[in-house]
């Protein structure tokens, strides 16, 4: 992957529950994104990657898997630069699937931007200000711009309906987000500590970073 590759955007279903309204969401994400052009954007949706219950002996950190299915996940999100969490709001907080998802892994994440699409009573705003948090535990970059979609005014059964303001959220997210994993892109490549490594040799979960733990 050179320099002038695209960056790698998942847009992530956080839900997993039969019925769940977290697939007809995150379409519309990619439509809005796939008009872009400025990114490459896939859905991926934590239904397709069933994890049981974290049942790794050592922390993520480490990155010493015991687990086929932890090994799978590490090449999933190692090959992204960036991430649009889809998500509703389980009792104020982000869904236990999601949570249990980043506990997996870590290096993975790592200097990597993240943005916020939460639907809900009040647009899952309180499930995202977790994920803030959650997310600079595994030191990735979480915006402050997030896109909040009402249960009551734009959703009519399962039928979603983005009103005008929720579209232009979505807009400035995406813009962010993108601005963003380019420049920790450069970050995870040695750019920013003057020592850039080759860029078409490396892949980003692969740099060598010394951490405080
Ligand atoms: C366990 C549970 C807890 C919920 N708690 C909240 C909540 O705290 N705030 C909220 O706005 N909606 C809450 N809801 C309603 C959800 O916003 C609504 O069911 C939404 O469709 C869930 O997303 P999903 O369909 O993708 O699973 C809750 C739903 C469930 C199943």
Not at 164 to 175: G, K, Y
Request: charged share 20%; hydrophobic share 45%.
């Amino acid at each position: 992957m050179g320099p002038s590759a695209m960056i790698r955007i998942a847009i992530v279903i956080a839900s997993v529950r039969p019925q769940r309204r977290g697939p007809v969401v995150a379409q519309w994400v990619l439509n809005r994104a796939l008009e872009r052009g400025d990114a490459e954007y896939e859905l991926l949706d934590l239904a397709d990657h069933p994890l049981p219950m974290l049942d790794e002996p050592i922390q993520a950190v480490k990155q010493k898997y015991a687990h086929e299915h932890t090994r799978a996940w590490s090449k999933v999100i190692a090959a992204y630069d960036g991430f649009v969490f889809v998500t509703p709001e389980y009792n104020h907080a982000p869904p236990a699937s999601l949570k249990n998802a980043i506990d997996y892994l870590f290096h993975e994440w790592n200097d990597k931007a993240v943005t916020f699409v939460g639907y809900g009573a009040v647009g899952a705003t309180r499930a995202i200000e977790q994920l803030r948090l959650i997310a600079i535990a595994v030191d990735m970059v979480p915006s402050k711009a997030q896109v909040a979609i009402s249960a009551f005014s734009e959703f009519d059964g399962d039928d979603f309906t983005p009103a005008e303001r929720t579209e232009a959220m979505l807009t400035h997210a995406l813009s962010r987000l993108v601005a963003r994993a380019h420049a920790l892109r450069w970050l995870r490549l040695g750019g920013c500590t003057g020592d850039a490594l080759e860029p078409s040799l490396i892949r980003a979960s692969t740099i060598p970073v010394k951490r405080l733990q």
